[in-house]
């Protein structure tokens, strides 16, 4: 692998409303760090880091003989000596619900009397997201109204914010399950956990979808926590419904305004009750349960 305290070059794939499996698959073959940044419209923009000497003229040529269609792209040249960090994990610390969320480059927690997440994120964990935010306020109201979970899915955990964020605000530690498709996120995940001493309570999966055998063993669940965009929450929510236990919690996110209606009445339809919707900016989550 290039070492990432060199520059190197980012090359930026124009927003795609969702970019073909085939194509993300290429992509992540192609660079040594793939990130996904979602647009206030709810696009997907990948993003893709690679040495100097790499020649994005063969890129197309590349994509071409694998018989793809890749969105059009643009190159930046990052000087930097430690591009990894000092490019994509930056964010301020900020404060939501029960939670202050600071970097991983903060030398030292700020001062703060809220339950403190410490966390190493790149571009695609969405760690400042509007999303993340909603789920943090929605999982300090769930804690406030004494909601007491002891099985949680983290379901497309990025980072693990949202796992760590449980861990630390139920005292009663419950078992929770951090999945996603990407091993980078599982990664993270796993050393997020650690620099939180919440590694005993939090098992990073890498895992399609529902078909790791250790969320089928371990379910039902009776938390499971989505913060990923409209088309998978549809394509997983027969799954979800099924692995969440009976009067359990599904909260939801990654959705804009204009998909809201669409998002609710398909799971109102697979059998979820709408407890309660949020929204900021244009961005969305739901807190749904199983009667």
Request: with cysteine; proline share 5%.
């Amino acid at each position: 692998m290039h070492n990432i305290s060199q520059s190197c070059k980012l090359i930026k794939f124009a927003p795609v409303v969702t970019l073909d499996e085939r194509c993300a698959e290429f992509l992540e073959s192609i660079f040594e760090v793939v990130a996904i940044d979602y647009t206030d419209d709810g696009l997907e923009q990948y993003v893709g880091y690679a040495p100097l000497s790499f020649d994005e003229t063969q890129l197309a040529a590349q994509a071409k003989q694998a018989d793809l269609s890749l969105p059009p792209f643009q190159l930046e040249i990052l000087e930097s000596k430690n591009w990894l960090k000092e490019n994509v994990i930056k964010f301020p610390p900020f404060e939501v619900g029960d939670f202050l969320v600071y970097g991983i480059h903060e030398t030292a927690c700020p001062a703060t009397p809220k339950l403190p997440l410490q966390i190493y994120a790149a571009t695609a964990f969405g760690s400042d997201h509007q999303t993340t935010r909603m789920c943090l306020t929605a999982i300090t109201e769930l804690y406030h109204q004494h909601f007491i979970p002891q099985k949680i899915l983290d379901m497309g955990t990025g980072s693990g914010i949202l796992s760590l964020a449980a861990a630390k605000i139920w005292q009663q530690k419950p078992q929770i399950i951090a999945a996603d498709i990407d091993q980078e996120s599982v990664d993270v995940t796993a050393n997020n956990a650690i620099t939180n001493n919440l590694e005993q309570n939090i098992h990073a999966i890498l895992s399609d979808g529902y078909h790791n055998p250790l969320i089928t063993q371990t379910a039902p669940f009776d938390l499971i926590l989505a913060n990923i965009l409209a088309n998978p929450l549809k394509a997983m929510s027969k799954s979800a419904y099924q692995a969440l236990a009976s009067q359990g919690c599904y909260l939801i996110s990654g959705f804009i305004d204009n998909q809201q209606q669409d998002i609710i009445q398909h799971h109102q339809k697979v059998g979820f009750k709408i407890i309660k919707t949020y929204q900021i900016d244009n961005w969305c989550a739901a807190l749904l349960q199983k009667e």
